[in-house]
């Protein structure tokens, strides 16, 4: 599916953000190890997390999605089953990572398969620290396919994360959590944090300290969950692209509600008030452990900065649309220390200099980032543009966006992708003045 923009400079309403993809694909996790009755409010129905939900299902979790998108976890009278057929968990790394150390943790017989890009993901990452937790696990050289088969983990198990990823930390969480062991993860940067609030929010036993200014998080072996109905609050990562379209635009007053506004990943905000964003954050509320608020954003003269170091986990979803904000900025924009880009979806750094180098954007390219060189003007197109998405959907998004500032339309091909994370990108962006013609 490829998408064509329109020429547009007005951006103008109000949109409920899509449900976050991290927290819809946690609670379905926990929520079925819980085995209480539950009903999910505001959940993503994404490719990603319906892919986790079938996985979840093959292996007997039963949940059912009613005619309203609500999600209904019940109590099940029978425990987790093996299954034959690969879990297929597509081109979600949260939803494969997460659920391998979950289902090592249950101690199940499983395969697990996905596209073409997860299959291309490096998994050693997850499969060392279950390997050293006791776990069972074949790989093709750390790659897909992959298979376990029933063990007994290790009682107490210590690990410090070697890469700043909240995947990693999340499967040993949740190994631990099902199997009964008591777990101590060292983190050095600050990754999101969903699946610690998920727990302590269902009353897990879960203290987050910090030594060093390493976070300490300590999960005890005895855990007595009590599920509640749980509200996914917006994804701040999909919210991304309604507000860089709504800063870019030549006239704009957009409001987003229900954004996510977890401290861990709201560096996006940062990064572009950096810039010089105007973006107001009001009603800052609370919805099943997780902060939310609604946005406001209008057009803005954007600057160019830099972003390196601490930040970077934190924005690490958002750099693509970043360096789209970055190349209509005055000024120079220095982003470094993001090699982790290069095992998305897809290489996300070669993804954006790709589509820079057709819409002539000035850029270099680094191993672990890149300076981009921008201008606020809008760019003049001469002859038709076709940008490559690399079957990537924040690429897809960015490059959309970024047609906002293009005198002729561009096309962005393979957009399919985009289902996984914001089903209704298409309608919702339209919704407020910029159509996107299939
Ligand atoms: C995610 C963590 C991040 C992020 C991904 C979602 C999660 O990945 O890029 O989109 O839900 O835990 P890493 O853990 O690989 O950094």
Redesign the pocket.
């Known amino acids: 599916m490829n998408l064509t923009t329109s020429i547009n400079n007005q951006i103008f309403g109000t949109v409920q953000c899509p449900g976050d993809?991290?927290i819809s694909?946690?609670v379905l996790m926990i929520g079925a190890l819980m085995n209480q009755e539950m009903i999910v409010d505001g959940f993503l129905h994404g490719e990603d997390p319906l892919s986790t939900m079938n996985a979840l299902n093959q292996i007997g979790a039963g949940i059912t999605v009613d005619e309203n998108g609500l999600v209904h976890l019940s109590k099940r009278n029978h425990v987790f089953q093996n299954c034959d057929e690969p879990l297929n968990l597509g081109n979600s790394?949260?939803g494969l990572?997460?659920m391998l150390g979950l289902t090592s943790g249950i101690g199940l017989n499983l395969s697990f398969c996905g596209d073409e890009s997860l299959s291309s993901r490096p998994m050693s990452r997850i499969i060392n620290p279950l390997t050293e937790m006791g776990a069972n696990i074949k790989s093709s050289s750390g790659k897909l396919p992959i298979s376990i088969s029933t063990t007994s983990l290790q009682k107490q198990y210590r690990y410090e994360l070697p890469?700043?990823?909240?995947?990693?930390?999340?499967s040993i969480l949740l190994a631990g959590l099902a199997s009964g062991s008591g777990v101590e993860i060292i983190e050095p940067i600050q990754?999101?944090d969903?699946?610690e609030r998920m727990l302590k929010n269902f009353g897990a036993n879960i203290e987050i300290s910090s030594v060093e200014s390493k976070n300490i998080i300590q999960l005890q072996p005895s855990n007595k969950l009590v599920a509640k109905n749980y509200t996914v609050v917006g994804d701040i990562?999909s919210a991304a692209f309604l507000i860089v379209a709504a800063l870019i635009s030549n006239s704009s007053g957009l409001e987003i509600t229900k954004v996510g506004m977890n401290p861990s990943r709201t560096g996006v905000l940062e990064a572009l008030k950096k810039m010089g964003a105007n973006i107001e954050v009001k009603n800052q509320r609370l919805e099943s452990g997780e902060f939310c608020a609604d946005l406001t954003v209008k057009q803005s003269k954007l600057k160019g900065v830099e972003l390196t170091g601490e930040i970077i986990?934190n924005i690490?979803?958002e750099i693509p649309i970043l360096s789209i904000a970055a190349a209509f900025a005055e000024g120079e924009t220095l982003i470094r220390d993001a090699a982790?880009l290069r095992v998305?979806e897809s290489d996300r750094l070669q993804a954006v200099s790709d589509g820079f180098r057709m819409l002539g954007i000035a850029h270099k390219n680094f191993d672990d980032g890149m300076s981009i060189l921008g201008s606020s003007e809008s760019l003049c197109i001469e002859e038709p543009i076709f940008i490559e998405s690399h079957d990537d959907h924040r690429i897809a998004m960015s490059f959309l966006i970024a047609g906002l500032k293009c005198s002729k339309p561009i096309t962005v091909k393979d957009c399919k992708n985009i289902f996984t994370s914001f089903p209704n990108f298409i309608e919702l962006i339209s919704s407020v003045g910029y159509k996107l013609e299939k």
């Open positions: 993809k991290s694909q946690r790394g949260t990572r997460l890469v700043a990823s909240a995947q990693v930390k999340s990754t999101r969903h699946t990562s986990p690490i979803d982790e998305k």
